[in-house]
Structures are given as structure tokens and as C-alpha cells.
T-cell receptor, first 116, second 113 residues
Framework: AQSVTQLGSHVSVSEGALVLLRCNYS??????LFWYVQYPNQGLQLLLK??????LVKGINGFEAEFKKSETSFHLTKPSAHMSDAAEYFC??????????????FGKGTLLTVNP | DSGVTQTPKHLITATGQRVTLRCSPR?????VYWYQQSLDQGLQFLIQ???????AKGNILERFSAQQFPDLHSELNLSSLELGDSALYFC????????????FGPGTRLTVT
């Protein structure tokens, strides 16, 4: 069984500051890892994904995440926060399980607030 | 805009009632996934259909059922509704049967009173 833990249900940063949203996972097989963003009153949008290859992945809107197998982590970062980054962020993991079905298991989410 | 549409946007109903939520996937996508997002449970996978057939089941209650029609739209039926069923229900779609890259609709907010 796989699970995702997002440390901190709410993170507040100042505009221009570093954004760091933490995600740790557990999976019995090499995982695929994702970050999704949910803006108010909208559906989830894929920010970035890690499947294989380079462990540092770049996504949209200046976000990036690094897969660290030894730490079972996939933290999301952005060097300089913008007001428009205020949203809820979800880390998710997927693997082949139960007959090759790709199911996404989501963390509880981290609400990012950006202060002017 | 992901290209996935969901109707209605909001639904308010009473306990014991039955509702149907509708989802149209992105053009060309054959897979539809349903998720429930609630404050206490977070975002949970319910069920997946691919080209009309059920492919995977998650934490879906027996009171809930879904289907995917020949035109690939999908409906999620929720019956004998309880207060705890109040949540945001998302539909997502993907091209393939086995795809981790899913595109989400805007959701249907269900309120059970």
C-alpha cells in the first residue's frame, strides 16, 4: 500500500521568499510522484511529475521538485513566491497495483498563503 | 481550462435522496476517474472507467455507482445520501487505460442537508 504525507497543512510565506512544501511517501515499488495545484473554486492542475530519469524535475510556474529515494521525499520548491501562487498543493503517488491500474493516492494538501 | 466538464457545479439535496453527477472527458480521452474531496478524508479515488468498462475501484461506497456511456461521458450516482456525503466530487480523464497523468474537471460541490 502506498501513502503520502504532506508536512504542514498551511504554509505562509512573504512575496519573493522561498517556497518549500514538503512531501514524503511510502510505496512498496518505485513510485511515480506528482504535485498538483488547486486554485480556489477550481479543479486540480498538474504542476509537475517524476517518473524515471532525472531526479530534479521542473514544472509550470517556476516550481520544481526533487525526488530523493533515500529520504522517500519529493519536496516542492520555488525560489521566489508570487501572490498568484496562493493555492492548495497536493502531492500524489502512483504505482502499478492491482492489475496494472494507475491509481493516484493524494496527500491531505498544503494551503499556501503568500503575504504582500 | 482542462477540457473536462462537470455538471452541475453545485447541488443541494436532502438526506435519503439520490443524485447524479455528470462528467464529460477531454476530447480523445477514454478513461474517466472519479474522486471525492472532503475535509476529513481529503482527496480519495472512487472509481475508474475506460472505454465503457470499469477498470479500478477505490474507496467507493456501495450506495454509489458509476457508468461510462458509449459517447464516453460518465455519471456518478449517489443514493440514500447522508450528511457525510457532502463533499466536492471531481472527475478526471486521461487518454490511456493506464495513465497517471490525469486532467481534472472543476468539480461538483454536493451539500446534503
Amino acid at each position: 500500500a502506498q501513502s503520502v504525507t504532506q508536512l504542514g497543512s498551511h504554509v505562509s510565506v512573504s512575496e519573493g521568499a522561498l517556497v518549500l512544501l514538503r512531501c514524503n511517501y511510502s510505496s512498496s515499488v518505485p513510485p511515480y510522484l506528482f504535485w498538483y495545484v488547486q486554485y480556489p473554486n477550481q479543479g486540480l492542475q498538474l504542476l509537475l511529475k517524476y517518473t524515471t530519469g532525472a531526479t530534479l524535475v521542473k514544472g509550470i510556474n517556476g516550481f520544481e521538485a526533487e525526488f530523493k529515494k533515500s529520504e522517500t521525499s519529493f519536496h516542492l520548491t520555488k525560489p521566489s513566491a508570487h501572490m498568484s501562487d496562493a493555492a492548495e498543493y497536493f502531492c500524489a503517488v502512483s504505482d502499478k497495483s492491482g492489475g496494472s491500474n494507475y491509481k493516484l493516492t493524494f496527500g491531505k494538501g498544503t494551503l499556501l498563503t503568500v503575504n504582500p | 481550462d482542462s477540457g473536462v466538464t462537470q455538471t452541475p457545479k453545485h447541488l443541494i439535496t436532502a438526506t435519503g435522496q439520490r443524485v447524479t453527477l455528470r462528467c464529460s472527458p477531454r476530447s480523445g480521452d477514454l478513461s474517466v476517474y472519479w474522486y471525492q474531496q472532503s475535509l476529513d478524508q481529503g482527496l480519495q479515488f472512487l472509481i475508474q472507467y475506460y472505454n465503457g468498462e470499469e477498470r479500478a475501484k477505490g474507496n467507493i461506497l456501495e450506495r454509489f455507482s458509476a457508468q461510462q456511456f458509449p459517447d464516453l461521458h460518465s455519471e456518478l450516482n449517489l443514493s440514500s445520501l447522508e450528511l457525510g456525503d457532502s463533499a466536492l466530487y471531481f472527475c478526471a480523464s486521461s487518454v490511456a487505460a493506464f495513465s497517471y497523468e490525469q486532467y481534472f474537471g472543476p468539480g461538483t460541490r454536493l451539500t446534503v442537508t
